[in-house]
Each structure stands twice: as structure tokens, then as C-alpha cells.
């Protein structure tokens, strides 16, 4: 589903990403986990197409990254900003990129992520005068409106609270062989019982790639070893 | 182009709330008038009317457009719009669409205050059409560099300094042919700058649409 190869993004003089070659398949969940600085937001950005890469190449879907507007198509991305327009309010929010994305039935689609992300009743409300949870609640439903096969997360549990959380993780567990997930977090138990597959990043690089079943209780050491970063 | 008209609808809705662009755009481009009609010898008004004009016009435009960007990128609506399964062309011509209709109305608003204060006809249809045509090359190019100054930390201060440079040579046509309007030449003089205007409006148009996909994902 998802294919890079030796995929590098320079910012001035640094390279974020360094030769990176990955491959997801259909329905895969991929947990990527790293210390600060190590890429995770890059890669997912230039998977998410708002970066382009310095080099290298990517394909999604079995499109190439030149098709950005399709490969766009079957991307979910749930970023560390709520991607969404204050002023307006959820619901103003949600047919806004319900148009921009040719949600057939926008409106009952737009009901039903309500009704799944407890919404329901702020619909009406400015985003201004939500709550981060509630905000990011509204920013994961804006994600799936389009039913996309293919979800990007950036650390999606940073800040919320306790509700946002267990709709969080009650939403991935759905998605565990439906769609194809690529998930960073700095959150280890949480990434290693969700995900198929783990890749650590560090300073730009894949340093190391394991597939369930991993140990939990000896991954911190792993971590380390691979990071020179406790987690 | 539809999605273009969806990003405007968006913009428009955002402004009713808010009331940011056109207020600011309003309060500054009215101060800037009124510093000048009290600053200038009433001897040189006549003269000087074009100039103060396009000075409010210009000043405020790129406070509008910037204050633009900066709510573009708050909390990311920017990465949002950029998600969205369309080309980047159509985010430029949806952000121009909405650029160029806050400033066209706010300066449709500014132009028969500029007008009392100068002691000149209420309307003058040659005037509109003057600011039609050079707000359109204005805000093209205008996006493009609110787009990039984005981007930076310094970004009020970017703005102008990436911008004004450029459209010197657009601000002067639309002062020349403004105070030609102003002084009531014939159209036969007029319309040799108004075709300068559309010159830069062509230019500053295809430039920005070619390079804005660039400044957004780098």
C-alpha cells in the first residue's frame, strides 16, 4: 500500500530523513517509534504529501507521489495541530472538508462520526471554545470523513484526556486490519500492542524493524540500544 | 474550480465571524487617509490624492493579506486545505478568489471616504476599475509572498520586504493611471497604464500560481 525508497528530506543543511526504504502492506498497522528530532513528523508529512521529498521516491495506493491530489485521496492524516478553523464551528468544519472531498452523503456521514466521537452535542459549538480532547476528537472524525484506506497518525494521544483517549484507542482498534495505519508515538506499550510491525527512527534513519510479538518488557532496552535514547 | 469556490465560501464565513481582514484593512487604510489629509498642504491635495490613496490601499492590503496567512496557519488550516485531494493550484485561486474579494470590497467601502476627504465626486466608476484591475495583480502576488513569509518567524516583516520590491512597478501604474482619473484626462491616456496593470496582473498571476505549490510544501 505504501512504498518509499531511499527517501531523504534536507532542511538547509540537515537531513531529516536519510535513505529511507519502507514498505506497508494493505491493512498493516506500522508503529514508528523515535526519540525528539529523529523525523517521525517529517516522514509522515512527506507521506501526507505536505512535504515533498529532496530525494527518493514514494508510492501510495499504487500511485506515485507526482499524483498528489489522488494519493490525497486515500489519506486520513491526524497531525499534532487540530487542522481545523477556529471561527468556524465542528459542524461548519466538517462540511467544509466533507466538499472539498466530495463526501457522497456528507450529511449522514457526518452524523454517524458524531454519534462515534460523542460530538454530537458540540456540533453547534465554535472550535475556538472546545477543548483539546474534544478538538482532537473533531480532528480524527475530519480525518475519516472521507473513509480514506490509508490513516497517517503523528502522535495521536499527546494532551488528550482520559475520554479522548479510550475513543482514540477504542477508533484504532477498528481500524487494526481495515486500513492501512502508520502511527509515530512516543507512547511504547501503546505502539507495540497496536502495531504489526515497529520501526525505530533515529537521526533520520531506520535503525531498527521487528514484527509482533514483541517483548514489552524488554523493548525499553531495545529502544536504547537503537536510539541511544531512553524512552 | 468549484473547490476554489468552496475555499472563498469557507474564507467569507470565517470573516463574518471574525470580522478580522475587513476591520483591520478598514482601520488602517482610514488612518493612513486621515494622517495624509491633515498632513498635506491643502495646495497639493489634487496632486497628491492617487498617491495617498494607493499608499492606504497598499499598507493595508498587506496587513490583510498577512493577518490572512497567519489564521491560515493557526492550528493548521493550512496542512488541512494542503490534505485535500485537489491540486495546489486550486488552493491559490480559492486563497486569491477570497483575497482579492475582502480587499475589492474594503477598498469599494474606502472610496467615497477618500472621496470627502479630498473633496472629489463620490463615485467614479474609472477609479473602480482601476482598483479592480490592480488589486487583482496585488493579491496575486500578495498570497504568494504572505504564503512564504508564513513561514518564517519574522513574518510582518518579511511580507513587505519580499513584497513591496516586486510590485513597485504595478503600484505605480495603478498610481499614474489614478491620478490621470483623478484629473479627469481622457481615456485615450488613461488606458495605456491600465494596460501596464493587466501586463502585471498576467505576470505576477502565472508566476504565483506556478511557484505556489513550492513555497507550500518546502
Redesign the interface.
Known sequence: MIEIEDLGKVFGSRWVLRGLNLRVERGEFLTVLGPNGSGKTTLLKVL?????PSQGRMRIGGRDMKD???I??L?G?V??????????TSL?NLR??A????VPGAEARIEALAEEMDLAPFLGE??RTLSHGM?KRLSIA?ALLHNPPVILLDEPETGLDQKATAILLETLERFVGERTVVMTTHNLERGLKMGDRVVILSQGKITYEGRKPLDTATFPETYFKYTGARP | MR?AL??IW?DV??EA??RDLLTSFLLYALLAMLIFYFALNPEIVDDAAAGVLWVAFTFAGMLGLSRSFF?ER????I??????????EVVFLGKVGSGFLFMFVAELILMPVFSIFMNLPLFIPRLVLVAFLATIGFVSLGTLFAAMAANTRAQELMLPLLFLPTAVPLIIAAVESSALVLAGAPWGEITSWLQMILAFDAIFFVLAIFAFP?VL??
Open positions: 501526507a504529501t505536505l512535504l515533498r498528489g491530489a489522488e490525497r485521496r489519506l492524516f497531525g499534532h495541530e487540530s487542522l481545523l478553523y477556529e471561527d468556524l461548519e467544509f472538508y466538499r472539498m472531498y466530495d465554535k472550535v478538538k475530519r | 473547490k468552496v475555499i469557507k464565513l470565517s465571524r471574525a489564521l493557526e492550528r493548521g488550516g496542512d488541512g486545505l494542503m490534505l485535500c485531494p485537489v491540486e495546489r513550492y510544501e518546502t
